[in-house]
């Protein structure tokens, strides 16, 4: 498929939408204006958002006019990038820049083999000491001196959006060339693009440099399958993001959890299978997003997700969801601590020390430590009760009424663990528990049902199409693709006029923004 065919076809779809985008511009003042192109800590630019649609329109222009030019459009993407980082955090956005081009010269260090061990321990003191001042300070600072008894006043530390996200992406690229599964970049622009490529900088998913690297300088190819890919997969994650996850948030789980008390033990356990299919909706639908953007610039990146509300045990689970994350955990933490090759109680300890590492990276609170250690005790539990008990193979399923029960404890006991990833401390934690099993009080659900039907009709639909066969997704894809830009443009049109049904007029950050 030639390149000029498809951006024709991109042009054509976003074409329907310029005559709204431009009466949305004309009714602003310059001041709003300015805040479309400028650092505003209110109006970040999400992918869901009008204003990305208007940005991202002009971009393409740019990218389109460099299409053959391979360091110039690889110069471009990248100051989109930085100017990406810049609107979610300012100027903090250099931090992003020291990080590359120091990782960039100690990984040819590495490479050369001499001193590897110093020059890594170089990176990660860098890496992981710009990630611990900026996102855990306050926290080990306020831990210390509430352990001598003093009174800690949080320091006004900016956490900048994404760091936790592109410092495993530098992290993983030195480390793989120390243990020589990789070889460094050639180019400063290369490795400058792959760590800030924008789709994935600031909430994932957490890329390797050996599936990413090989696609940087290859010829900028786009097939009708991965343009309608692309389509399919932004239409997928708005729908997710803005309809089902802000609505089911704004209409009832936030109520719920502000003011627990107000509410019987019935609907406080409604509100936290509503936050469970929420955060689900809000960071597959980001990663979603980021995936089909990735595809109509010319760039495959892993999936993310796959349909983790299915798992039929906690190991599952962490297979199944942000599998960028945990599989990076494995590859890094686990396995460096020597993962399953020292013995069955050691690799019960290196699965509780990956776990909590995993619960410590979302956050910098004593509730995500638990929430790891938690997952990491499941996941332990399981395992042994699978493996060493029943001798299963670890990529045992059940399968019939076995698969039916383990899947429905597995989605309870992760609602269970969700309350202290939702809830701002413990006490808040047992409020919820105290409510669900003192004062379920049954007899108002179906008063609540029919209150909040669209929240209960959209968290079944978004459970039920965790079931939808694989094959149905790619027959979409195939309807798509042989529908052209005019099937994919009145799709596109479609999603839009159902979010602006729904959108309240404040924006929603993405959950996941804040780790």
Known sequence: MEISYFFSQFMAILK????????????????????????????????????????????????YCLRNKVDGRLFFVTLFSYYFFYKSSSFYFLLLLIVTVSDFYIARRVAKGKHP???LALTLLIDLGLLAYFKYTNFFAGMVTQMIGGNFQPWDIFLPVGISFYTFKTISYVVDIYRKKAEPMESLLDYAFYVSFFPTLLAGPITRATDFGPQIRKPL????????????????????????????SQNFVDRIFDNPTLFSGGEVLLGLYGYCIQIYCDFSGYSDMA???ALLLGFKIPMNFNAPLTADSMTDFWRRWHISLSTWIRDYVYISLGGNKKGTLRMYFNQMVAMTACGLWHGASLNFIVWGVLHGALVCVHKFWSQTVLKHDRRYHPSGLRRFISVFITFHVLCFTWLFFRCKDFDAVWVMVKQMFTKFNPSVLPDV??????????????????????????????????????????????????????????????IYFQF
């Open 16 to 63: 329907n939408f310029l005559q709204s985008i431009e009466s949305y511009v004309s009714s602003l003042d310059f001041a709003k204006v300015a805040d479309i192109f400028l650092y505003n800590p209110r109006e970040p630019l999400l992918f869901s958002s009008g204003a990305f649609l208007f940005i991202f329109l002009v971009f393409m222009i740019g990218y």
């Open 117 to 119: 061990k110093l020059w």
């Open 221 to 248: 190819h786009i097939s009708r399958e991965m343009f309608a890919q692309g389509v399919f997969f932004i239409i997928i994650g708005l729908f997710k993001k803005a309809v089902i996850s802000d609505y089911i």
């Open 291 to 293: 995936i089909g953007i």
């Open 449 to 510: 049902f029919m209150g909040y039907k669209y929240v209960f009709l959209l968290m079944i639909f978004a459970l039920l199409t965790h079931w939808i066969p694989d094959s149905w997704q790619n027959r979409c894809v195939r309807i798509l693709e042989k529908g052209g830009v005019l099937l994919s443009a009145i799709a596109i049109t479609i999603v839009i006029f159902i979010i602006m049904q729904v959108k309240s007029s404040d924006i929603q950050p993405f």
